[in-house]
Structure formats: structure tokens, C-alpha cells
């Protein structure tokens, strides 16, 4: 069942977390659906790539696909590889039934790096719409073909591409919790945090610097506040009973947070070293789970007020809440989309619990997901995506679907428990 991080809607699911065997670190994508209008794209493999393993391209056609709005197109061997310096013949790319074309080379530089330069054809209107030259590292190899993939997505759609962005969640690991950064493919997986005791809840700053999150190792539910440079991080808090849930403010001045220090769970507003602590909801209720909006006007949260689990709004300063969800009696865990006009939420559907989206303008609801128990959304700094966490077979898996449904994948590990996603935000 999904989680409420507080009170009794926490115990069913920090079992479930304890139960499941041991999760290896590296995840990998598999794509179970795509958007009907897919551009067909060719990615030329760049002259000079092979001397850098994995190659820049086939990192590049994967995270385009993995969007759901590109499909790389299968190449005959090319000899010589035609190269970003090339002049192009469009009407034999066309031939290929490729709406776009990529060229590129790798060369070593003087001082042992390398120069990557690409350029990106229109091969419809026939004309090239622009190329970068990038200086990059042996090791950075990953790091320029999510730039180059990037550069291709929001030439071609009018939105900023993802995929240099990262992502955080926590795996099990036999009797040791590891707090996760990843590429947003899952590849490059670093250890922020490890634990004997259950990690929850990671949430990025807006800069992408720092991760909240909380940590059971005092024996009991604490927030932190993790740098990311440095590693050291610090308790932001600590107050008697629980401490939970915490959300960044849009311009990372202040957290949210659930505390019971003064009975019941109820929501409060600090300084992210804990202090300037101010309390914002008062009722006989559980109030937890909450979110800024974008503009930092709102904060959205999850309340049993009404009798049954509903998602709330209320002025950041405090006031009246208002009832959000209406639909069923299950509605948890709001997560509002960057642009702010949406709302992604866990409902229960038919027994199920999965990802609805809430149009916030006309009140329609979406079910996003098949699946049937899903938790932990979050969205993808440009809104196309959501990540989240659903069990199968068992155990924690991560799974992601597009806005309106089309796109669904899932990013798996062999073995184990993977939960608690967080997107990161555009790198700064």
C-alpha cells in the first residue's frame, strides 16, 4: 500500500522496504511503450569514436529514444564516415526515411583531450540547424552525449532536453539502505549515503547541489541536509518523535517538513540548518507529504482531515487549506509538475495504486499507469516525464511514464529493492 510518512500510514510500507532481497546498483531501461509520432533520426556513428569506448553515439540514440519521440534509424556500414565537416546529401537521407541527420567527429587534442564536434541537419527542409564543438575529458564521455542529446532534443521539439540531468533513489542492499546519484539513464551510480538503517524521502534542492532526505540511523526518523560537493551534510531536524517529509522551497531558502513534536503529524516551514521553525497546519488530522508549487505561492500536501487520504492545498504563509482531489477515496503524495499546471498524485483505482495526473485548469483526471502499486512521483525538470517506484514480482523496481501516458518504461536492477526516486533539476 502507499506510503504516508506518518503515524500509521508508515508501517505497511517500511515493511514492505525491509522485506526484499539484495539490489545491485546499476539499472537498466527497458522501453514498454513510445509515442504514436516518433522522428525518425539518423545518428551517424562520429569519425573517431572507437578510440573512446562507449561510444558517443549509440549514448546519444538511446536517450533520444528513451523519450519516447525519436526512433534511431538502422545504418549501413559507412565507409568513409561522413563527418559534421561533410556536405550533406539530403535527398539520399530521405531515401533512409530520416527526418533529421546527425554527423560528428572525436579528435585528440595537444594536451590529450579531445575536441567532439557535431552538427544537426534538417533533412525534410534540407538545411542544417546547428552544431557545438565540445572539449571534453576521456572520462566525460557519458556526461557530452547527454549535452549533444540535449542539443538535438530541444532543437527539434522546442523543449529543453533531460537527459544531463540525475536522479536519486535509495536500493537495498541485504541489510545495508544506499542513497543513490545516477545519470538520468540509471548509468554512473555514486553512493551518497549508506546505512544499516532505512533511508526515505531524498528530495533535491532547486540548484541541484544538495539532497534532503531522512535517515532512521538515530533509531528514529530525522531529516538531513546532504551537499552533494562535498559530502558533508548536517541535521536540519531532530525534534522529539518523528521527523519527516521534507520539500525545498522553489528558491531554496527554506524546507517544509512534517513534525509530530507537538502531537499528531502537522507541517511545518525552517531555515534548511533547522532554524526559523514556524508551524502551518493545525488539526486532529494526519498532515504530511508536503510541496512547494513552482512559483512558491502553494504548498500541497496529503491530509485525512475529510475522513480518508486527500490532497490539500494552502497558502506558503499559512491559512485555510483547500481540498484538491475529489476522485476516489485514495489520493496521496502531490507532486506538482514544473510549470505548475498539473498535479501528479497516487490514487487508488479499482484496489490498484497508481499515478493519476490532475489538470489543475479544467479538473480533468488522468491514470497514467498500469501497474498496481505505485509510489514516490517526480517529475522531470522539463515535465515530460515521470519518474516513479511500483512493485513487481515482489520487490521495488523503478518505472517512468510520459505526461499524457503514451511513454512508459522501466529501469530495473537485477536483483533486490529500488525505491524513493527524486528527478534532479537542470544542472546550474
Avoid: C
Avoid at 569514436?49 to 525519436?70: H, M
Avoid at 556526461?143 to 523543449?159: M, P, W
Avoid at 539502505?177 to 549508506?194: K, N
Wanted: hydrophobic share 40%.
Amino acid at each position: 500500500m502507499q506510503r504516508l510518512l506518518a503515524g500509521r500510514f508508515a508501517v505497511l510500507v517500511l515493511t514492505l522496504f525491509l522485506s526484499v532481497p539484495l539490489a545491485r546498483a546499476q539499472l537498466s531501461i527497458e522501453i514498454t511503450g513510445a509515442g504514436a509520432q516518433r522522428i525518425p533520426i539518423a545518428i551517424v556513428p562520429f569519425a573517431g569514436e572507437a578510440a573512446l569506448p562507449p561510444g558517443i553515439t549509440s549514448i546519444v540514440r538511446a536517450d533520444l529514444e528513451r523519450s519516447g519521440l525519436f526512433r534511431g534509424l538502422e545504418l549501413p556500414p559507412l565507409n568513409p564516415h561522413p563527418t559534421e565537416a561533410s556536405s550533406l546529401d539530403y535527398a539520399e537521407w530521405r531515401a533512409r526515411l530520416a527526418d533529421a541527420v546527425v554527423l560528428g567527429s572525436i579528435a585528440t587534442r595537444p594536451d590529450g583531450r579531445f575536441e567532439v564536434r557535431f552538427r544537426l541537419h534538417d533533412a525534410v527542409k534540407q538545411t542544417p540547424l546547428g552544431g557545438v564543438a565540445y572539449t571534453m575529458a576521456k572520462g566525460q564521455v557519458r556526461a557530452t552525449a547527454h549535452r549533444i542529446a540535449d542539443y538535438v532534443y530541444e532543437k527539434l521539439t522546442g523543449e529543453k532536453g533531460v537527459f544531463s540531468t540525475r536522479i536519486a533513489y535509495v536500493v537495498k542492499r541485504g541489510k545495508r539502505f544506499e542513497l543513490q546519484i545516477a545519470d538520468s539513464d540509471g548509468a554512473e551510480p555514486e553512493t551518497a549515503l549508506a546505512s544499516f538503517e532505512p533511508i526515505i524521502s531524498p528530495v533535491w534542492s532547486p540548484d541541484g547541489r544538495r539532497l534532503a532526505y531522512v535517515s532512521f540511523e538515530s533509531k528514529k526518523p530525522v531529516v538531513y541536509v546532504h551537499s552533494l560537493q562535498d559530502g558533508k551534510r548536517h541535521v536540519a531536524a531532530n525534534f522529539r518523535g518523528s521527523n519527516s517529509a521534507p520539500a525545498w522551497s522553489p528558491d531554496g531558502t527554506r524546507l517544509a517538513v512534517t513534525l509530530s513534536r507537538e502531537g499528531g503529524s502537522q507541517i511545518f516551514v525552517m531555515n534548511p540548518d533547522g532554524s526559523g521553525l514556524r508551524r502551518l497546519t493545525s488539526s486532529a488530522a494526519i498532515d504530511t507529504e508536503p510541496r512547494f508549487s513552482p512559483d512558491g505561492q502553494w504548498l500541497y500536501f496529503t491530509s485525512d482531515r475529510g475522513g480518508s487520504p486527500q490532497v490539500y492545498r494552502m497558502r506558503a504563509s499559512g491559512g485555510e487549506p483547500q481540498r484538491v482531489t475529489f476522485e476516489g477515496s485514495y489520493n496521496v503524495s502531490p507532486r506538482l509538475s514544473p510549470d505548475g499546471k498539473s498535479l501528479a498524485y497516487i490514487t487508488r483505482n479499482g484496489g490498484k495504486f497508481q499515478v493519476a495526473l490532475l489538470d489543475l485548469t479544467n479538473r480533468q483526471v488522468q491514470i497514467l499507469t498500469d501497474s498496481d502499486r505505485d509510489e514516490s512521483p517526480s517529475f522531470a525538470p522539463n515535465g515530460r516525464m515521470i519518474l516513479l517506484a511500483t512493485v513487481i514480482g515482489g520487490r521495488g523496481v523503478l518505472s517512468a511514464v510520459s505526461s499524457d501516458g503514451r511513454v512508459k518504461q522501466r529501469l530495473t536492477a537485477t536483483a533486490g529493492d529500488v525505491r524513493e526516486p527524486a528527478w534532479g533539476p537542470y544542472i546550474q
